[in-house]
């Protein structure tokens, strides 16, 4: 509910931000679908170094000439982290041990408002259908983020041998966070209905990972990763 309530949100922010003084693309509108992939920076990399995919749909409204918004629902996340291969040290025998069963994945999701500001204007490449056009942007919306751990070993037995079976109950940190964007792409009109756009975000969500001391793993808080994305995108005139 709080994922729908954001996208609603959004969307009206962006009726209410539009300008309708210029014509020709003024009100324009289009929707559009995204694959990328995300690299953890920072702590977050150290727990999930490899990254992963993430899709995306968004609603698209050319504000002017020069703007246009998005609303962004994103889905996406990580597998295999840097925890299943980390081992710990055991106090009892002075040996490293590794927990052959453990796994750790984390789940994105949620809704961003973008805001793209074209360098050299796209409103008369998209009525003309032609060319492209550079952009910065800067967003934000609510992430949800799900980390999840199972299968580790219990390292703080006292007895020898150490019990594989024994394991910590898993760690479920879930919630849901405020987010920023900030980037820029490039938007290739194929025709005035039609753009491809490629483009690169670095995004904060402020949230946190939970440490895992013994395993070598602090906090990672905020969470910090770099997005690199391609998206078709349609539009449509009033």
Known sequence: MKFIAAVLLCFALICLCADRGEAQVDGTW???????????AFKLGEWYPSGGFSFSGTFVYVLN?????????FYGGYSGGELESRTFLWSI???????????????????????????????ARLAQGSGSSPYLMVGTGFTFVENKISGLIFPGQRSRPLDESLVLEPVLDRRVALGFNLGGGLEF??????AIDVRGQYKLVISRVRPMEAWGLTEAYPLQKLSFDARIKFFFSN
Do not use: T
């Open 30 to 40: 289009g929707v559009g679908v995204a694959l990328g992939y995300d690299r953890p």
């Open 65 to 73: 000439q020069s703007w246009s918004a998005e609303v962004d629902a």
């Open 93 to 123: 025998d002075g040996n490293e041990y590794n927990s052959p069963n453990a796994n750790s994945e984390m789940v994105w999701g949620g809704g961003m408002i973008n805001y793209l500001w074209h360098i050299n204007g796209s409103g």
């Open 189 to 194: 009109y194929a025709s005035s209905s039609l």
